[in-house]
């Protein structure tokens, strides 16, 4: 007569089936926990560029803002009697004409894509600059890839984002900034001509 151990059947333990079950459960956690991951890492790289994109609009915005609003002009006659005009350093006497409904951009003696050459708000009006440059005008090597646009534009104080034909005394400035072609942030601001 065969006898049956029933204390080895009825012994605690996992079958097969109960292997297979445990095993794909974990592989499905183990895909979410990779692909939350995986999103996370994307999500970290957006925020590092939107980072930098807000340190160089920062940046340019505050080279614009250095300018004056309108054109800088010449206030006070020289001292060798022809009558011609001295252009007077505008960090101590801010002086500016109003040159009411021109076009917003360069005017002469300003050289387009150097802004080195800009002295107020509006000829930075359809500048670019890939990759971007220090106030200097020198490039920064290590942000090779990036571009910053501006679009400078008149402004009402009622209605900031429509544009006005006429100068109101606002300027809307507008500041791109793109990576391999692709906007990564754009910031606007608004300037006015009052004190």
């Known amino acids: 007569m065969i006898r049956i151990n029933h204390s080895r059947l009825n012994r605690p333990g996992i079958t097969l089936v109960e292997c297979v079950i445990a095993a794909a459960i974990l592989a499905v956690v183990t895909v979410a926990g990779l692909r939350a991951s995986g999103a996370a890492a994307v999500t970290d790289a957006k925020s590092a560029q939107r980072a930098t994109a807000s340190q160089l609009a920062d940046s340019l915005l505050s080279e614009i803002l250095s300018r004056p609003y309108s054109e800088p002009i010449?206030?006070?006659?020289?001292?060798?009697?022809?009558?011609?005009?001295?252009?007077?350093?505008?960090?101590?006497?801010?002086?500016?004409?109003?040159?009411?409904?021109?076009?917003?951009?360069?005017?002469?003696?300003?050289?387009?894509?150097?802004?080195?050459?800009?002295?107020?708000?509006?000829?930075?009006?359809?500048?670019?600059?890939s990759p971007p440059k220090d106030a200097a005008g020198d490039t920064l090597a290590a942000f090779n890839g990036w571009t910053r646009a501006v679009t400078v534009s008149r402004a009402s104080h009622a209605a900031p984002l429509t544009s006005p034909s006429t100068d109101t005394g606002v300027r809307r400035i507008t500041i791109t900034i793109s990576r391999a072609g692709q906007v990564v942030l754009t910031r606007t601001s608004l300037v006015s001509d009052a004190p």
């Open 74 to 129: 010449a206030t006070e006659p020289d001292d060798d009697g022809d009558g011609g005009l001295i252009v007077l350093d505008l960090e101590l006497i801010p002086r500016v004409i109003d040159l009411g409904d021109a076009p917003l951009g360069i005017e002469a003696g300003e050289t387009a894509g150097n802004k080195t050459t800009f002295d107020d708000i509006d000829d930075f009006n359809g500048y670019s600059e």
